[in-house]
């Protein structure tokens, strides 16, 4: 993974957050590094909230990734990703666990981590709050600054933009090219 360099092959990653703090933005920014270079990737959407059309304006190459929609049936999301972290091809499985994150027991959280190991694709979980415990070696929780508003008149009613910031929870050591502990973008 060079283009995302502190997503690394091996390696659980956790990007952790609030609705609209910017958790999804940095997740299709992940999919579109690796399906743009030619790697295949995989998407286990527990609340069928992933949008392809954003994603394909974000860059993502829709032909390079495999989108396993799990109707909010968590149980059967981690048990797609279990299956898909066995699969060899994937550089990337993205878990999206969406808002309500089920209780990871630590047994599949470590089996999740010795597959990814064995097989060096890069398993990156997105949700809420974290669900892996010592399992995941980076950490990532997005914070929403602030919103800005465009529009006519005192009351400008059209989004212009929105200011998030990351900051590493965990990290068992210091990803190259790393930010410093908060970045905003």
Do not use: Y
């Not at 993205?94 to 010795?114: I, N």
């Amino acid at each position: 993974m060079e283009d995302v360099a502190w997503v690394r092959s091996g390696e659980i990653t956790e990007i952790v957050g609030r609705p609209s703090s910017g958790r999804t933005s940095l997740f299709t920014t992940c999919l579109r590094d690796v399906t743009s270079r030619g790697a295949v990737a995989a998407l286990v959407d527990a609340d069928q909230a992933f949008d392809p059309a954003s994603a394909a304006r974000a860059g993502v190459d829709l032909g390079r990734l495999l989108w396993v929609r799990c109707g909010g049936r968590r149980d059967l999301a981690l048990r797609a990703a279990d299956l898909l972290v066995r699969c060899p091809g994937f550089t990337l499985i993205g878990l999206d666990l969406g808002e309500a994150p089920p209780r990871l027991p630590l047994t599949l959280a470590f089996r999740l981590k010795f597959a990814v190991e064995r097989t060096e694709a890069a398993l990156l979980i997105v949700g809420r709050r974290r669900v892996t415990g010592g399992g995941a070696s980076l950490v990532v929780e997005t914070e929403r600054d602030a919103i800005d508003w465009a529009g006519p008149g005192p009351s400008p009613t059209r989004l212009a933009g929105a200011h998030t910031a990351t900051r590493v929870l965990r990290a068992r050591r210091a990803p190259p090219g790393s930010p410093p502990a908060w970045w905003r973008a």
